[in-house]
Antibody
Framework: EVQLGESGGGLVQPGGSLRLSCAAS????????MGWVRQAPGKGLEWVSS????????YYTDSVKGRFTISRDNSKNTLYLQMNSLRAEDTAVYYCAKGSEKQQLVYDYWGQGTLVTVSS | EIVLTQSPGTLSLSPGERATLSCRAS???????LAWYQQKPGQAPRLLIYGASNRATGIPDRFSGSGSGTDFTLTISRLESEDFAVYYCQQYVSSPRTFGQGTKVEIK
């Protein structure tokens, strides 16, 4: 059974940093692209970043480029999102998601999310 | 950046009725790289459709997707109680892989 579990969210002051982790199990982690999608309170979904199975290729939405870094440790079956220079508008539930079997650019399994709150 | 506009914002229907949701892209989504997701309150999204018309594993056949270019449609042939939720389209032909703003399907 595929399982994704995010951790690392919490309250942080503007300008601060957080590192989110996503522990994966139930599939061959290194064979699949992974991504982060966020949802601000009461708002819609926003794609944040994605990474190829090997970790070589990474992609970001414009608003986080230069501030967030996606990475993965295939030996630990874990996905990360390092978030620096956090802003109030980064407040959201952050979901990690797995690329699907037939089309790795869409996400067929999602974690339950971790809440990041940026506030003084 | 490709902007996706979903309509209507809210759809009020009764169980058993047909739901038709629209997703319009600001530029062509080539190779039909468009997906649909369902999200219920307090839950993570669920993949319904990829490649504009392919149902994801385990998705009932009352859900169907169609369209190409800039105009895409998600149809739910007969609404069941568990289908009342918010639906999002997403393009993945180019980065950033944008989502639409969502359509809420609510019970009339």
């Amino acid at each position: 059974e595929v399982q994704l579990g995010e951790s690392g969210g919490g309250l942080v002051q503007p300008g601060g940093s957080l590192r989110l982790s996503c522990a994966a199990s139930g599939f061959t982690f290194s064979s699949y692209a992974m991504g982060w999608v966020r949802q601000a309170p009461g708002k819609g979904l926003e794609w944040v970043s994605s990474i190829s199975g090997s970790g070589v290729s990474t992609y970001y939405t414009d608003s986080v480029k230069g501030r967030f870094t996606i990475s993965r440790d295939n030996s630990k079956n874990t996905l990360y999102l390092q978030m620096n220079s956090l802003r109030a508008e980064d407040t959201a539930v952050y979901y990690c998601a797995k690329g699907s079997e037939k089309q790795q650019l869409v996400y067929d399994y999602w974690g339950q999310g971790t809440l990041v709150t940026v506030s003084s | 950046e490709i902007v996706l506009t979903q309509s209507p914002g809210t759809l009020s229907l009764s169980p058993g009725e047909r739901a038709t949701l629209s997703c319009r892209a600001s530029q062509s989504v080539s190779s039909s790289y468009l997906a649909w997701y369902q999200q219920k309150p307090g839950q993570a999204p669920r993949l319904l459709i990829y490649g504009a018309s392919n149902r994801a594993t385990g998705i009932p056949d009352r859900f169907s997707g169609s369209g190409s270019g800039t105009d895409f449609t998600l149809t739910i042939s007969r609404l069941e109680s568990e289908d009342f939720a918010v639906y999002y389209c997403q393009q993945y032909v180019s980065s950033p892989r944008t989502f639409g703003q969502g359509t809420k399907v609510e019970i009339k």
